[in-house]
DNA sequence: GTTGAAATTAGTACGAA
DNA sequence: TTCGTACTAATTTCAAC
């Protein structure tokens, strides 16, 4: 039927795998979609937006819960409201060897939202939100620098958070895509590559999923 | 312009104020405590994890998401599955002056999970999910690049996700930061500064927000 | 801010297409 | 598989305390 790897973007055609388990068919995508918007629509209510009865609505729900496609359910806060205006990125390079340790300390931070370990200059990307920017000083200084696995960091503040989606889907631009218009190939000029860089890992780093 | 068309993310919270509609108290963050983790919990049920009656819980809850405190309820997924096991940040630097055409293309780009713009060597942070690497190469290559705006771009890849966090919140670690015992500032010894790093905004980009 | 009812809605089971 | 319906359990609303 349907094949859910078709993705405006990359031109690459063929959708690779998806998971082991489920495959996901566009009544499943839907589903996520209207879930991501709200994830607190009772099934009922999703099943007549996704155009299916409420029975097989209730068998997709539970067979994407049960095959871990959707993790779990979640808010969105704002959160200037709650007090922690300040958020700022920390990009860490860390001792080879300990990582281990490094992600020991990190169940240990509260104000960590987001954790990635990342290719390029730095080894990992830490984001982190708090009251104020004396509180990412200490956090850095005091919390990070403290912790031996961490060589060295450096600190970006985000200034505004231009676009936040709960998560991409493929074939998200599908309708979009066409509208959009972009430019064919060969009416585009030739582009500047020079100011585009991919920077890879530093080396020593290949083996670091196996070192934890 | 829709998606992104203002402060979508910070809500309208300004930046450095806090708590302009509702004064949030210790019950009120134990409700965005319990949502955090589950979303999709009954209000019913709400009330007895954290301990209040119903109509209360009723009440706090409507008014979270009344005063916007809560955005919005969601999922979370599994990207893999869902056949985008490929992340990537791209660090975007805009030419002054033209961020408002910067903003205008992202909210075509629905590969976009999150932007942010930030302090530093770069003036924005773009992550991205697609299904493999030439998907990445095709997006900043091809997409990017034909942006004006767009003066240069950094790409790295993620390979491993550490901790994701829905959201932080303050106090968050209130029962652990006690057992964690954090040193006193006195009894720390020196902290080698040196190898902590902050960067400032890049010059011109202070009058960012008033571009758009 | 709380409790206890009624009204509504959600979730389940099962037979038929 | 999917749909439709009937049944059961739970939630939300609304009242009075």
Redesign the pocket.
């Known amino acids: 039927m349907s094949d859910i790897s078709r993705n405006g973007v990359s031109g690459g055609g063929q959708p690779g795998r998806i998971g082991i388990g489920l495959e996901l068919?566009d009544?499943h995508l839907k589903i996520l979609e209207v879930l991501r918007e709200n994830g607190r629509i009772?099934?009922?209510?999703l099943a007549e937006r996704v155009?299916?009865?409420?029975?097989?609505?209730?068998?997709?729900f539970?067979a994407l819960r049960a095959d871990g496609a959707i993790k779990r359910f979640t808010a969105e806060i704002d959160h200037g409201r709650a007090g922690l205006g300040i958020t700022a990125l920390i990009f860490v390079t860390v001792r080879q060897q300990m990582w281990k340790q490094f992600r020991a300390e990190l169940a240990r931070m509260p104000e960590v939202e987001y954790c990635a370990i990342t290719t390029g200059q730095h080894d990992a990307m830490i984001q982190v939100r708090v009251a104020d920017v004396a509180a990412v000083h200490t956090m850095v200084t005091d919390r990070l620098a403290n912790i031996p696995a961490v060589k060295a960091t450096e600190t970006v503040f985000i200034l505004d958070e231009v676009l936040r989606r709960p998560y991409v889907l493929p074939g998200d631009g599908r309708q979009r895509a066409t509208a959009a218009r972009r430019p064919a190939t060969e009416e585009r000029g030739d582009v500047p590559l020079g100011k585009m860089r991919f920077v890879g890992a530093a080396e020593g780093r290949a083996a670091l999923r196996k070192d934890d």
């Open positions: 068919d009544i009772s099934v009922a209510a155009g299916i009865s409420r029975a097989n609505a209730y068998t997709r539970e």
